[in-house]
Nanobody, 123 residues
Framework: EVQLVESGGGTVRAGGSLRLSCATS????????IGWFRQAPGKGREGVSV???????YYTESVKGRFTISFDNAKNILYLQMTNLKPEDTAVYFC?????????????????WGQGTQVTISS
């Protein structure tokens, strides 16, 4: 059974930084994608960043140059380092995974989701 547990959310001022973590278990050794999505109040869920099954990172345009996704294979933890945060980054952030890959745009819905962690950016 795949389990994803996010942590690291909080409230920071605009321009600040946060690092989100997603502890994973039950993922296969290969052929899966994993990433971060977010949902702001009153809006739909959107892709933030994904690591494809080939290890390639993808980012939505609005976070390029500010966010960095990484996966610690020894600890099985997915990270999202967020810098220069803006009020529009305020959302619940979710970790998700699927196989054989994960779609940043969720045209193909992800199968596995964490419970989410709140990120609030004050101006």
């Amino acid at each position: 059974e795949v389990q994803l547990v996010e942590s690291g959310g909080g409230t920071v001022r605009a321009g600040g930084s946060l690092r989100l973590s997603c502890a994973t278990s039950g993922l296969p050794a290969s052929d899966y994608g994993i990433g971060w999505f977010r949902q702001a109040p009153g809006k739909g869920r959107e892709g933030v960043s994904v690591i494809g099954s080939d290890g390639t990172p993808y980012y939505t345009e609005s976070v390029k140059g500010r966010f960095t996704i990484s996966f610690d294979n020894a600890k099985n933890i997915l990270y999202l380092q967020m810098t220069n945060l803006k009020p529009e980054d305020t959302a619940v952030y979710f970790c998700a995974a699927d196989r054989p890959d994960l779609d940043l745009y969720l045209v193909v819905p992800a199968k596995y989701w964490g419970q989410g962690t709140q990120v609030t950016i004050s101006s």
